[in-house]
């Protein structure tokens, strides 16, 4: 069974950092390509970075310079550094694969950012 279940999430003021990490279990992580996204009730979900197997690394511009995803091969796992964080980083941060064409979706954790 996959399993992608985050963590790391919390209330933050402006200007503060955070770290998410999404641990999976039930795949072949090495090989996947693994995203964050996330999604505020009144929004679209939003693409948020990429990180390939072949160690690429993508970004939406809204986060660029700001956000760094990185993943550990070792432990499955793909973590989410975000600093400079503003309130409109608000939004549950979802982590995501694809396999065998089939999307699978962690259930997501809260990021508040105060102003």
């Known amino acids: 069974q996959v399993n992608l279940v985050e963590s790391g999430g919390g209330l933050v003021e402006t200007g503060g950092s955070l770290r998410l990490s999404c641990a999976t279990s039930?795949?072949?992580?090495?090989?996947?390509?693994m995203h964050w996204f996330r999604q505020d009730p009144d929004k679209a979900r939003e693409w948020v970075a990429s990180?390939?197997?072949?160690?690429?690394?993508y970004y939406s511009a809204s986060v660029k310079g700001r956000f760094t995803i990185s993943r550990d091969n070792a432990k499955s796992t793909v973590d989410l550094q975000m600093t400079d964080l503003r309130p409109e980083d608000t939004a549950k941060y979802v982590c995501?694969?694809?396999?065998?064409?089939?999307?699978?979706w962690g259930l997501g954790t809260q990021v508040t950012v105060s102003s």
């Open positions: 039930g795949f072949t992580f090495a090989t996947s390509h």
């Open positions: 995501n694969t694809r396999i065998d064409g089939r999307e699978i």
């Open positions: 990180s390939t197997s072949d160690g690429d690394t």
